[in-house]
């Protein structure tokens, strides 16, 4: 894969509301997530809800712009919920994931999981499962509620988020439509969420974490 | 234990619809990982509920039944198969061509409001061509398993937009798979739809 998608991704920054680049190259996360699954799924998917939701702004909605995106998923208007939701949710899934990622997390995070889950590996059971579980198309996070600090796995479907609710902080995502595994492991969703493990990115998850 | 729920035949052999668009990979993936699985996972479930042993599955459909999602995906893959056929394509015949010009003017603007509505979808679901209390045809969207029979809606017609539908094949291109429906569409099970009665 080459390189120039960068660049076309730096542009994207200059647009009002703005889309982060892929954070890494597209071979970045192989073998978990081929560099063939990121190039559809970044350049297709997220980059698809960026423009339609840029086109939106455009044509019918200027109030758009300089909106952040903690505005847009609670907008009148379900497709503005349903883009800026989905722009948002991928970006998070980029950054929880790191080809240098996997392992367990350590310090406070890891202290509050064994806390709040009993362990580490009740914890990733739990979060597996609900990966498994989900019907239909959507995503699965660890969040923090803000108020009592006590972490918590959410399943949201569709494009839904947490950042539609104040309280909640999300400390990582994981992509449960289709679109996310389906090059790499077919209907076997399962799979796919074991492997997420060996990527996850604990150093973006800690920075998320309010101790 | 012999199981309750079956997993119908595919109508035709599953390489025969490669050459109007859809791989033989494709269907060996979508009929026997992913409808077969919820025959399989249905099965489970009345292995712990004796109650559903001799329901159909439109009967755990109307009841709402716990294990809507399962069921309400079997019938509609199972429905699904059937509006397809190596035969299949061209224009509408018999009563759904009368019916379509009828309903929507031209099979062409029927096809264009079917085919946003599929394309169009978000997230998962089935685009429909249903006939209505009044015996209209109107084009529906289900989200996820849903099934529009329950709704007093008669489905004539459906096409999958679950991305497992499409993916091995199109990858992010639904538009293009929605166009290589209409290569496929068996008009004669159509009909035969129009000419049932009501569930």
């Not at chain 1, 949201?156 to 994981?174: E, F």
């Not at chain 2, 996972?41 to 042993?53: G, I, T, V």
Request: aromatic share 14%.
């Amino acid at each position: 894969m080459n390189t120039v998608k960068r660049t076309v991704s730096r542009a994207f920054m200059a647009r009002s509301f703005g889309m982060p680049p892929l954070p890494y190259e597209y071979s970045e996360l192989a073998p978990v997530i081929s560099a063939e699954t990121l190039s559809f799924h970044y350049d297709k998917h997220h980059t698809g809800y960026f423009n339609k939701l840029t086109a939106h702004a455009e044509s019918k909605r200027p109030d758009l712009k300089g909106k952040s995106y903690e505005d847009m998923v609670v907008d009148q208007e379900k497709f503005v919920q349903n883009q800026a939701g989905q722009i948002y949710n991928h970006d998070f899934y980029w950054k929880s994931m790191s080809g240098t990622g996997g392992g367990e997390p350590t310090g406070a995070l890891a202290a509050k999981i064994a806390e709040d889950f009993g362990s580490f590996g009740e914890f990733k059971s739990q979060f597996q499962a609900a990966v498994g579980a989900h019907f239909g198309s959507g995503w699965v996070w660890l969040v923090q509620d803000k108020l009592n600090k006590k972490l918590a796995i959410m399943q949201t479907h569709d494009a839904g988020t947490p950042i539609a609710d104040p309280n909640l902080q999300p400390i990582i995502t994981c992509d449960a439509w289709e679109h996310a595994f389906y090059i790499d492991y077919r209907n076997d969703k399962p799979k796919y969420a074991e492997a997420y493990f060996k990527i996850v990115n604990w150093d973006f998850a800690a920075k998320n974490y309010i101790a | 234990m012999a199981a309750t729920f079956s997993l119908p035949p595919l109508p035709w052999p599953a390489d025969s619809l490669a050459s109007k668009g859809m791989s033989a990979e494709q269907i060996d993936f979508h009929y026997n990982k992913h409808h077969k699985g919820y025959v399989t996972k249905l099965n489970a479930a009345a292995e712990k509920r004796p109650e559903l042993r001799g329901k159909s599955v439109m009967d755990l459909i109307q009841a709402k039944d716990a294990t809507y999602n399962l069921a309400s995906q079997i019938w509609n893959h199972t429905f699904f198969w059937n509006c397809l056929s190596p035969n299949g394509g061209g224009a509408p015949t018999g009563a759904a061509k009368q019916a379509i010009e009828r309903d929507f003017g031209s099979f062409d603007k029927m096809k264009k409001q079917f085919s946003d509505a599929a394309g169009g979808h978000f997230g998962s679901g089935w685009a429909w061509l249903v006939q209505d209390k009044n015996n209209r045809l109107k084009v529906h969207q289900t989200h996820d398993a849903g099934n529009p029979i329950p709704d007093g809606l008669k489905p004539v017609l459906t096409c999958d937009v679950w991305e497992h539908a499409f993916y091995i094949d199109y990858r992010n291109d639904k538009a293009k798979y929605v166009n290589s429906f209409w290569n496929m569409v068996n008009w004669d099970f159509v009909n035969a739809q129009l000419a049932n009665s009501r569930l």
